[in-house]
């Protein structure tokens, strides 16, 4: 899907951290095969994000790229609260079929929160506040993350620009304000459920996904 006029428009770059490959290796899974890359900072530090990789991507234009923040509840105990386990298992068929293809895995719980805050804003959501509501009746801001690193590991890999399978435009504004460019929007969505109906309605209605 072309971007809207304002996104597809090159932001201005900010500053950020450099990061450096640290390991990679194989990663046979059940939608075929791919590498599992780790990264360093420029103090040497590893980071906790990886990046999912088919193929070569290393100086290629437009290379299929998901940014997923992670979910444990549902990437890992398939949660049905949430659309996330959906979207990150699609992007993983999908990428299976590309020559080279990318998902980075940013570990963003709860967009940002953390696990601990994630748990209580699932508590607050059974009292009948909404996600957006949750997190601000925490204390927070209705996201907190930062797509700063997702650029630097892009810029490691050696890709130059991403189709970016989101239905979320704050990532799209997330990697062009640090510097990468997004040639296209892919919609990524799952049929919702009774458990997750009302998470979907807000994301639509109140983050502006296009849902």
Do not use: W
Request: proline fraction near 4%; glycine fraction near 10%; hydrophobic fraction near 40%.
């Amino acid at each position: 899907m072309p971007l809207p006029h304002s996104l597809g428009a090159a932001a201005r770059p900010r500053p950020v951290r450099t990061v450096e490959i640290f390991a990679r290796a194989k990663l046979p899974s059940r939608f075929g095969d791919f590498e599992i890359v780790s990264f360093t900072d420029e103090r040497g530090a590893t980071l906790d994000d990886v990046a999912i990789v088919r193929g070569d991507v290393a100086g290629r234009e437009s290379v299929p790229t998901r940014v997923h923040s992670e979910c444990l509840t549902g990437d890992v105990f398939g949660s049905m609260r949430c659309d996330c386990r959906e979207q990150l298992e699609l992007a993983l068929e999908r990428f299976a079929t590309e020559e080279a293809a990318v998902i980075i895995y940013m570990r963003q719980e709860g967009r940002g929160i953390g696990i601990a805050h994630k748990v209580r804003a699932y508590a607050l959501q059974e009292q009948g506040l909404d996600t957006v509501e949750a997190n601000i009746h925490l204390g927070f801001d209705s996201d907190l993350r930062d797509y700063g690193a997702a650029a630097a590991m892009l810029r490691a890999l050696g890709v130059v620009s991403v189709g970016l399978h989101t239905n979320n435009l704050e990532k799209i504004a997330g990697l062009q304000k640090y510097g990468v460019p997004v040639t296209e929007r892919i919609s990524i969505q799952s049929v919702p459920g009774e458990h997750n109906e009302r998470y979907l309605a807000t994301k639509r209605e109140k983050c502006g996904h296009l849902l």
